[in-house]
């Protein structure tokens, strides 16, 4: 259902890849209330994946961007707002890469050089989008910047790696940066911490179905979708919500406020039960 909550609006989509990414869904979902869009993702992302079939179905403009490139960047926003006729509304960054989580390279035995290209492509990226943004004045005001985050940013989780570090500035910097922009334009800058979601990049983590499974537990209302997460996106896009800026907000069915649910319960007094079975025998 369509409310035209993003009618006459206009906004940047970072990283749609195919059907199972958020931005994906977040750029149907804001195609669908009245939004204008550009497409865009690095080269190589635009070679592997789906994004022209996602531009024809939005009548959506497709720039690609290397977004560890400033030069890029600029040519970006350049381009969407010669597109645009203008400024335009909304950003969603949908950005993470980590060499290190690739080649399972273990947090404690890190590679450096990895570790920089994890930071710069995941959370940097941000500060340089928003930096050429304002640089440019190419956002309206009471415009709005959407990052997606995890809950690693605050709480260690096993594997997630030098992800963790990258979420953690990447949250920091929607907060400095939208002290700045909020004064100066009332632009707001919130990130999203999501549920683990099965997206392309999702599932490259290391025991991802048993990190799902437990946070689906432990959640009264279950773990958030990826259309869910769109809904949500798009509320924040809106004129409905102009007046909340430099939040993390959590969207993952209540996980980040548990310590301990009924449905996880059970299942270890299970596990418990056969291990104790097992040692009888």
């Not at 369509?2 to 958020?22: C, V």
């Not at 560890?68 to 949908?94: A, P, R, V």
């Not at 929607?174 to 549920?195: D, L, V």
């Not at 993390?248 to 980040?256: A, C, E, I, V, Y």
Request: with cysteine; aromatic share 10%.
């Amino acid at each position: 259902m369509s409310y035209n909550l993003l009618k006459g609006k206009k906004g940047i989509i970072f990283g749609a890849l195919n059907e199972s990414s958020i931005a994906w869904k977040v750029a149907e979902r804001a195609y669908d209330e009245g939004a204008e869009i550009v497409l865009t993702n690095a080269p190589f992302a635009i070679r592997m994946g789906e994004i022209d079939k996602l531009a024809k179905k939005l009548n959506a403009a497709v720039i690609s961007c290397d977004v560890t490139s400033l030069d890029d960047i600029e040519k970006l926003i350049k381009n969407s707002m010669e597109q645009f006729g203008g400024k335009f509304d909304f950003i969603l960054h949908s950005i993470g890469m980590s060499p290190n989580v690739r080649k399972d390279i273990p947090y404690d035995n890190i590679n450096y050089a990895n570790f920089l290209k994890t930071l710069d492509i995941s959370a940097l990226s941000l500060h340089k989008i928003l930096q050429t943004c304002r640089n440019y004045d190419a956002i309206n005001e009471w415009g709005s910047v959407v990052a997606l985050s995890y809950i690693a940013a605050q709480r260690t989780l096993d594997l997630y790696n030098d992800m963790a570090d990258a979420k953690a500035i990447l949250e920091s910097i929607a907060r400095s940066f939208g002290y700045i922009y909020g004064r100066e334009k009332f632009i707001r800058i919130n990130t999203i911490s999501q549920s683990p979601t099965r997206t392309t990049a999702g599932s490259r983590i290391d025991a991802f179905d048993s990190l799902f499974d437990f946070t689906d537990r432990m959640s009264p209302l279950g773990n958030a979708t990826a259309d869910e997460c769109a809904d949500y996106c798009v509320t924040l896009f809106s004129d409905l919500t102009k007046k909340v800026t430099m939040q993390n907000l959590f969207h993952d069915g209540g996980f980040s406020s548990m310590g301990m649910s009924q449905k996880a319960k059970r299942q270890y007094e299970k596990s418990f039960e056969d291990t104790q079975e097992k040692e009888k025998t």
